[in-house]
């Protein structure tokens, strides 16, 4: 129907309903950094393929950051003897209540913003039934992490604005970019946000000194957690993202 060759039953071990699962939606769970799915004109095969159990694992190159594989791993590890389709969904499971995560922050976001306006309830309620942050959200995808993250970010970076700058703070907010950015390439978009809140701090506070003192601290931060990893792209490849 799309163009796509499934393996032959015997040839694989994962269910053909799993398979066909994913050849119409394009997502699959995540084994070990590697996604088993078809591609769109043939089934990924790889020299580092591997037997677990009585599954086969299809690895492909991983060419974002390692973290969310990491973190994963952790729940994936309690569940890994259960049978595929009960894996796909406890783990979708996960990434729903790390979306409930990103409603709940968005809501305390627009709160702080908007103390005696109904907006804040009314865009949380759209944003719950928006339909590419409900597909998106319940996937198995570093998408869901890095989505929480950023909220996250963005609520400290709005929490702080206006007041005076901890060092506490900074180092949260430093902390909460270096693992965004350890997973997913996306997060390079938080770093003018970054500095639109250093320079909207600063024309506010006239305190310039100390601005881009906690500022190069927070980036200086977030490079040790993740920024090292496009840093060592450019260095191996010349590119900032390896494709």
Known sequence: EHDRQLPQIEDAAIQRDILISMDQTDYALIYRGGRPRPDRQFWITDSRDKEVRDYKIYMTTVVEPLLYYFV???????????????????????????????????????????????????????????????????????????????ALLIFYLVKTYGSDITWFSVILIGTILGTALYTKAAALMLLPGIILWGVLNGVKFQQWRDITLKGSVILLIAFCIGGWWYANNLWHSQNLIQY
């Open 72 to 150: 994963t791993s952790i729940p994936y590890s309690l569940i890994m003897n259960m049978d595929t389709t009960t894996q796909l969904f406890l783990m979708r499971l996960l990434m729903v209540m790390w979306s409930c995560g990103v409603i709940i922050i968005s809501f305390k976001v627009g709160r702080h913003l908007y103390p005696d306006n109904p907006l804040p309830v009314i865009a949380t309620s759209c944003l719950c039934f928006y339909p590419v942050f409900l597909h998106m959200g319940s996937i198995v995808s570093y998408d869901v992490l890095v989505n929480l993250l950023s």
